[in-house]
């Protein structure tokens, strides 16, 4: 069981979560549990050391910001306590999780579980903070990067074999879009391990996308669902058949994007390479890329990258323009995308030919296309982005679709 940090803000909430531990527990399971920091405890301290230094430590940063999601769990384990309930808190490496050494971004490499085994053994209900391990290496705290929290429960779940790894959250479930945005959209009652990564990975902020990729790897059920209400959420599982029938699931979309174009760069082995090295060093994280048919040995190349990286990513190509002799570099900052997701699409056909004539219809110009055999992304102005998520949600009927799916 994860809770994330608003269904743990204040004490009333951090009674309400123990309840539903000690319901499960009640109810004869053993329980895992794993909590964020309160509210906004972390964008609090992550304040307060740049209130300190601009430019923090990483090794001490991770020190800081482990400490958030131990407030957490050790105030539910003594709300347990008072519940009549054997519950006790580990910080992340007491309960076993190694990562490598990548500081305030770091990935679990290994979890050795037998604390956690002997505690649960013991008839105790174990509670572990979210978001952060223990370099394998050097022996620091390390921070799994924003949203670690939900990384660190279903990494938990495979290493435990947990039945289940439930997401308790303020909304309750999965919807077929931002709710924000299409006011009709609905609640999916199940959704496969590698449509919710796309999802994930095209801007749905339910899951962490590292959270989803690991749920996918090591077949792990994930169910999210509300902390507030008893109903059930959305299944995330590995696919099945009933499952295809929806050719497209849902609708995410991203509006903080940016896209740069490099015109004029020469047609010949070694360039793309070069730009993209480059980049790759500055550590941007570089999506969308299209290279149009080369004129007269000179060739365009676009990519869209997350806004708050563009001026990094213009610094780093700077470095390049004498060598590569490129024409121009231009840069959009106005930038987004909408990405329909449905495992039908791998067997219908026509899917993307109703997306364009919907966003056409609705004079949204399309800048780039890309996809993946269950995903059709459209990059467009970020002020399309809100109307094209609307059109294409009623255009697809999802809140139908969702409805007419089976639950098994
Ligand atoms: N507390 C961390 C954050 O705010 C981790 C998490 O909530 O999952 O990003
Ligand atoms: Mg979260």
């Not at 001490?60 to 054997?86: F, N, P, Y």
């Not at 590698?194 to 339910?206: F, N, P, T």
Request: charge should be negative; charged fraction near 20%; proline fraction near 2%.
């Amino acid at each position: 069981m994860k809770f994330g940090g608003s269904s743990v803000a204040d004490a009333d909430k951090i009674r309400n979560v123990a309840q539903r531990i000690a319901a499960a527990r009640e109810l004869g399971d053993d329980v895992v549990a794993v909590v964020s920091a309160r509210g906004k405890t972390t964008d609090g301290l992550v304040q307060l050391a740049h209130e300190i230094s601009d430019r923090p430590d990483p090794r001490e940063m991770d020190m800081l910001l482990s400490t958030g999601e131990r407030i957490s769990c050790a105030l539910v384990a003594m709300a347990l306590h008072d519940l009549g309930h054997q519950a006790v808190s580990f910080t992340g490496s007491q309960a076993g999780i190694f990562t490598d050494s990548a500081h305030t971004k770091a990935r679990i490499v290994e979890i050795r579980a037998e604390r956690l085994h002997d505690a649960i053994t013991e008839g105790h209900i174990v509670l572990v903070a979210g978001f952060q391990g223990m370099s394998l290496d050097e022996k620091n705290v390390t921070t799994l990067g924003r949203g670690g929290s939900d990384t660190t429960a279903v990494a938990l779940a495979a290493a435990v074999n947990a039945d289940v790894c439930e997401i308790y959250t303020d909304v309750t479930g999965v919807f077929t879009a931002d709710p924000r945005i299409v006011p009709g959209a609905v609640k999916l009652t199940r959704i496969s391990h590698e449509e919710m990564l796309e999802m994930a990975a095209m801007g749905s902020k339910v899951l962490a996308l590292r959270s989803v990729e690991f749920a996918r790897n090591y077949d792990v059920p994930l169910h999210v669902r509300s902390s507030f209400v008893l109903d059930e959420g959305t299944w995330i599982t590995k696919e099945t058949p009933e499952m295809e029938q929806a050719i497209v699931s849902g609708i995410a979309h991203k509006s903080d994007e940016a896209k740069i174009t490099i015109t004029g760069v020469a047609d010949q082995p070694g360039v793309a390479a070069t730009i993209f090295t480059v980049l790759a060093d500055a550590l941007i994280n570089v999506d969308t890329i299209i290279q149009n048919m080369g004129i007269d040995g000179r060739a365009d190349l676009s990519f869209t990258l997350p806004l708050d990286e563009l001026g990094r990513a213009q610094d780093a190509l700077a470095t390049i323009q004498d060598q590569l002799k490129f024409s121009s570099l231009t840069a959009d900052d106005q930038i987004g995308k909408v990405t329909l997701v449905g495992a039908g699409m791998k067997s219908n056909p026509g899917i993307a030919a109703k997306m364009f004539r919907v966003l056409s219809e609705n004079g949204i110009n399309i800048l780039m296309i890309d996809t993946s055999t269950i995903r059709i992304t459209v990059v467009i102005h970020r002020d399309d982005v809100a109307r094209a998520v609307q059109a294409l949600h009623d255009a697809f009927a999802l809140e139908v679709q969702a409805a007419s799916r089976v639950n098994v």
